[in-house]
């Protein structure tokens, strides 16, 4: 991936082209604050964050890193395709911190560390009414 003038934008068509294969379906991504937020859809029957899905993402944004794509925060929402756009709320969220990127970059934290991490922060809870 090379610098643009907007790579957030260029990182968000990326994984919604590159993970439509395997049910993961982006509807929207967005920089806002300095944090890059992607909404997906899933066809995943399973309750919750599909760790399968937050595992395939992850190693887009960090591939993305060792192409030059510059680390921030990310926040990833997860819907059921199933559910109507207008009516459905989210399944749950899971994030990565600009950090964790650049510990990885330096050899300060694994690969198996760093899944840790992004699965601590798998909320549930937050996304209900």
């Not at 509807?27 to 859809?41: N, Q």
């Not at 921030?72 to 009516?87: F, K, L, Q, R």
Request: aromatic fraction near 8%; charge should be negative; charged fraction near 30%.
């Amino acid at each position: 991936m090379t610098a643009s003038e907007n790579p957030y934008r260029e990182l968000g068509e990326h994984i919604e082209e590159h993970l439509m294969a395997e049910g993961v379906y982006v509807t929207d991504h967005t920089l806002t604050d300095g944090t890059f937020h992607i909404a997906y859809e899933t066809a995943s029957p399973e309750e919750g964050v599909p760790r399968s899905e937050m595992g395939s993402i992850l190693q887009e944004l960090l591939d993305a890193r060792a192409d030059g794509w510059p680390a921030t925060d990310v926040v990833v929402w997860v819907y059921d395709a199933d559910e109507p756009a207008d009516d459905r709320e989210p399944k749950g969220k899971w994030e990565t911190r600009e950090g964790w990127f650049h510990a990885f970059d330096n050899d300060n934290l694994s690969e198996t560390d760093l899944s840790t991490l992004v699965i601590s922060t798998v909320d549930l809870e937050a996304t209900r009414g």
